[in-house]
């Protein structure tokens, strides 16, 4: 059984930081490529961020320079810190397993995701 957790979200100031945890078990992990992420009520999932097996990563425009995807593969964990926070990241931010690092699914490819954490940036 797959089981993707996330942690860490929460409420904070704009200007400031979050790190972001997503603790997998049931897969290959170091075999996934990882994914952040969010969506805000009445708007589509979008990507954050995405990390390939081999650690190349993919940003959205949005938080390039601000956010950093990683991954520790002994621990099967995927971090997303967040620094500079801005009102507008405030979302329920989601961990997946299985897409590309730009965020589509492949034919007979996983697509495995969390529950979710709520971050919440204060103006």
């Known amino acids: 059984q797959v089981q993707l957790v996330e942690s860490g979200g929460g409420l904070v100031q704009a200007g400031g930081s979050l790190r972001l945890s997503c603790s997998a078990s049931g897969i290959a992990f170091s075999l996934n490529t990882m994914g952040w992420y969010r969506q805000t009520p009445g708007s589509e999932r979008e990507l954050v961020a995405g990390?390939?097996?081999?650690?190349?990563?993919n940003y959205a425009d949005s938080v390039k320079g601000r956010f950093t995807i990683a991954r520790d593969n002994a621990k099967k964990t995927v971090y997303l810190q967040m620094d500079s926070l801005k009102p507008e990241d405030t979302a329920v931010y989601y961990c997946n397993a299985g897409r590309t690092r730009f965020g589509s699914t492949s034919n007979g490819g996983s697509d495995y995701w969390g529950q979710g954490t709520q971050v919440t940036v204060s103006s």
């Open positions: 990390i390939t097996s081999g650690n190349r990563t």
